[in-house]
């Protein structure tokens, strides 16, 4: 009996960091994997003079959502049976309030994923018609198909968010492996490990193909565990001499497992701990939701303008007994750390005030251009900064390494990437034995391969 074929369809994340979209094609059925925002093209648009509100319309027309039109052309919009979501980060799920109304299908994700993507609908007054369906790490969720069903596996992986699930899809012809994101760490600070007794079975099953996360492919390195991270925060934090002056963090505000860290060292430190931004409400609220928030008592949290301004004429009082978590990390125009750089709030630091920048900036011209812009302000008060206090949640190398040769899958397709950052990883895939464009296939948005 000759087997059917299926297709891959590179929507989005295949030329660029975000927007990440695949599409696994079958006969009767298909299925999304993500929705993202190109985060970039978002913070350009936020800092026009005419932005009130994001569209549809003005999303695609600065390509800050993948084109997923092409879907029409090849008649798989009608196909489409569910949209399955690998975790909370925007590039992966922001674009899901503004064109899941394409798609007659019910959305799945963990229940963090879940409960953030709701979190967004409500903050942009977004009513979806599409079932929402929460599936916790290592479970899994039934795909009904026009002749057939599927079962899709939430395997849980680890990240720099909470509930991160590697994706496998099991159909007649094998199994489809969606990894965006992952890291291998087996010592996390909140959640569980990797899933590899899950990762092994299905190796022994069959992996059709993996759609991988490829964006570190070129670092010949293993990623550190989030402990290290932990490690060096400890350093920094416990250590700084000037200790009548405010500590100021800003981090990823879904970073829940480095929010835990920052929050156990100020308490050691016996400051009080303030969380503000909207962003940092809307992580901190899911992460409430889904009941895995492990310092919900131990903080004070503020988004609105007139908390957010209280709490700042609070702390300015209190310097010395104060650690402030707050959104700004990448420069971005509007944000707490940006307007306070500017004198845009009720504060105004001090020489020898400490920031502790708990993140690396994102290496795209805008952000490079506004955390410059941002430190220059900030260091015209006489602020020490502390940069870089940090560890990646995307996988070197040597993950990727394992990864493949525990999966042991036919086919590897590298994503999340410009075409530089991926062509590290057919190199990779020659070491192990795979063949550039028979079985190690290099793709850009808006193409398909039929295995």
Not at 328 to 349: M, N
């Amino acid at each position: 009996m000759k087997k059917r074929k299926m297709r891959i369809h590179s929507i989005g994340g295949f030329n660029e960091v975000g927007k990440n979209m695949s599409i696994l094609e079958l006969k009767d059925d298909a299925v999304m994997f993500d929705s993202g925002f190109h985060l970039p093209s978002v913070i350009e648009l936020q800092e026009q003079e005419d932005f009130q509100a994001y569209t549809e319309k003005k999303l695609r027309r600065i390509g800050a959502i993948a084109d997923d039109t092409i879907l029409d052309k090849f008649g798989i919009r009608s196909k489409l049976r569910a949209m399955l979501l690998s975790h909370a980060h925007l590039d992966h799920i922001g674009a899901i309030p503004y064109m899941s109304h394409r798609y007659n299908a019910p959305i799945a994700g963990t229940p963090f994923t879940i409960a953030v993507l709701k979190r967004l609908i409500e903050d942009e007054n977004i009513k979806l018609s599409n079932p929402l369906k929460s599936v916790q790490p290592n479970g899994k969720f039934l795909i009904k198909g026009k002749k057939r069903n599927y079962e899709a596996e939430f395997i849980n992986m680890t990240h720099s968010t909470p509930q991160t699930a590697m994706i496998a899809v099991h159909t007649p012809e094998g199994v489809v492996v969606y990894a965006n994101d992952f890291k291998l760490d087996n010592n996390p600070i909140t959640g569980l490990p990797p899933n590899y007794q899950a990762i092994k079975r299905i190796a022994k099953r069959g992996v059709k193909a993996v759609i991988v996360d490829s964006l570190y492919s070129g670092s010949e390195t293993k990623t550190p565990s989030e402990k290290v991270a932990r490690a060096l925060l400890e350093e920094v934090l416990l250590t700084i001499q000037n200790q009548n002056s405010i500590i100021f963090v800003p981090t990823f505000s879904s970073h829940i497992a480095r929010l835990k860290s920052i929050v156990d060292f100020g308490k050691k430190m016996g400051r009080d701990i303030y969380f503000i931004g909207r962003s940092l409400n809307k992580y901190v609220s899911a992460a409430k939701d889904s009941g895995i928030l492990p310092f919900k008592r131990q903080i004070k949290l503020a988004s609105y303008s007139k908390q957010v301004q209280s709490i700042l004429k609070q702390v300015q009082k209190k310097r010395s007994n104060s650690l402030v978590v707050c959104t700004g990390h990448q420069g971005e125009p509007g944000s707490i750390l940006e307007r306070i750089s500017r004198k845009k709030l009720p504060f105004e630091f001090k020489k020898n005030d400490n920031i502790v920048f708990s993140s690396k900036t994102i290496p795209v011209p805008i952000n490079i251009a506004n955390k410059e812009k941002m430190d220059k302000n900030l260091k015209k008060f006489g602020v020490r900064i502390f940069d870089n206090v940090h560890v990646s949640g995307h996988g070197g190398r040597e993950d990727l390494r394992d990864l493949i040769s525990l999966l042991n899958p036919e086919h590897i397709i590298p994503s999340h990437g410009s075409t530089q950052q991926l062509t590290p990883m057919i190199e990779l895939a020659r070491e192990m034995g795979y063949r550039a464009g028979k079985e190690c296939h290099l793709m850009q948005n808006l193409q398909h391969i039929k295995l």
